[in-house]
């Protein structure tokens, strides 16, 4: 009986080691070590035995039923082994190889160029206000002293709403410039104030420079000895840090707009060279804002006393100056939404203006359009 087990655990384990598969290596713990395997029907003929051949034989049978659990083990990991080793010689990556690049977001220049204008009005002092870009004729028009023959207030200029009330004409627009929140922040806050209010705006306008939705920013200062001299002050301050200037030279040419008296468009000191428009030096100029003095019916419409109280208005196209400054040559490509465009033109996510950090990425001063 003793040979027997010995050649059978020659034979399990000689066995057990030319497995080529888990599954051959089942099929063997089935034959040897299942109910009716070749172990399982030896132990259980050790009940017909006397008490002396179970006492010698027992302990065989149990040593060689786990050889052959402990051989079967063995052999499953070295063939988990093989199989991964195989595994990875077909998909083998080199991991000191550079990992391929992931593209990340970016933020709009209308967004960057926002965010760096009201990083420089805070450093002078002004709070941001916001308002509604659905406003009534009241606050668009006639609040400002914009009269009802005046041309901007005509449909072909600008986008009316039917308001709740029936009329020949509708009493809501969408708001054609950020002059109302001015109006709106007089009404309800005590002077003096200074306030910068940027935001959407919408006109019926669509060519190389002009969309029908666009962005502004509109500054107002209100007190009591406020004067030209003050708003010239501000604007040159302003172009010098937004355009990363050392010096700036500006130039306030007279005009008309209903809302100012006396009113100044401010043009900037450039040159041209190949194309090449280089902002702060030359000889020539170019209009970049419309400013002055805020007209005393605007004040009185706004429940401010003209007598008491004098200030003025200056506002912008974000997205003009944003052109300007990083030379992009349409504005319909800032709402193509084509993300070729802004991954040229976006900022890093970590790149926050701010007048000690730096207003943007890079200085640009020279930019060709």
Same mark, same amino acid.
């Given at each position: 009986? #003793? ?5 059978? $655990? ?17 099929? +063997? ?53 093989? @199989? ?15 990992? $391929?690049?992931?593209?990340?977001? #970016? &933020? ?69 410039? #950020? ?46 000895? &406020? ?12 172009? $010098? ?92 490509? @800032? ?19 701010? +007048? ?14």
């Amino acid at each position: 009986m #003793t040979d027997e087990i010995s050649k059978l $655990k020659d034979d399990a384990l000689l066995r057990i080691r030319d497995a080529q598969d888990e599954s051959q290596l089942e099929e +063997l713990r089935i034959g040897f070590l299942g109910k009716k395997g070749s172990v399982s029907l030896k132990m259980r003929s050790l009940g017909e035995m006397s008490n002396d051949d179970k006492a010698k034989l027992g302990p065989v049978l149990n040593s060689l039923k786990n050889d052959i659990n402990q051989s079967i083990s063995e052999k499953k990991r070295e063939l988990r082994k093989q @199989f991964i080793d195989e595994k990875l010689k077909g998909e083998w990556i080199d991991v000191t190889q550079p990992s $391929k690049e992931r593209k990340s977001g #970016t &933020i709009h220049p209308v967004s960057q160029v926002t965010d760096e204008v009201v990083a420089i009005f805070s450093s002078l002092g002004f709070s941001v206000a916001e308002g509604p870009q659905i406003e009534s004729d009241w606050y668009n028009f006639d609040a400002l002293n914009i009269p009802p023959e005046h041309p901007a207030r005509q449909e072909f200029d600008t986008f009316y709403i039917a308001g709740e009330q029936k009329s020949d004409r509708a009493s809501n627009v969408l708001r054609t410039h #950020t002059s109302p929140v001015q109006i709106r922040y007089m009404e309800s806050n005590q002077m003096p104030c200074r306030i910068i209010a940027p935001g959407r705006v919408y006109r019926s306008d669509y060519d190389q420079t002009h969309t029908p939705m666009f962005h502004q920013v509109e500054g107002l200062a209100i007190d009591k000895n &406020i004067t030209m001299a003050n708003l010239k002050w501000v604007l040159e301050e302003f172009c $010098k840090a937004f355009f990363e200037l050392e010096k700036v030279e500006l130039r306030f040419r007279s005009s008309h707009f209903p809302f100012t008296e006396p009113s100044a468009e401010v043009d900037i000191k450039c040159s041209w060279d190949d194309g090449k428009l280089k902002v702060g030096e030359g000889s020539d100029w170019l209009e970049i804002l419309g400013s002055g003095m805020v007209h005393p019916k605007v004040l009185e419409a706004s429940g401010v006393d003209s007598r008491e109280y004098q200030g003025f208005a200056f506002g912008m196209g974000i997205d003009r100056i944003a052109m300007l400054k990083y030379g992009m040559p349409d504005l319909r490509s @800032f709402f193509d939404n084509d993300l070729r465009w802004l991954h040229h033109y976006g900022f890093s996510t970590i790149d926050v203006p701010g +007048l000690h950090s730096g207003i943007s990425e890079t200085a640009i001063k020279s930019t060709e359009i």
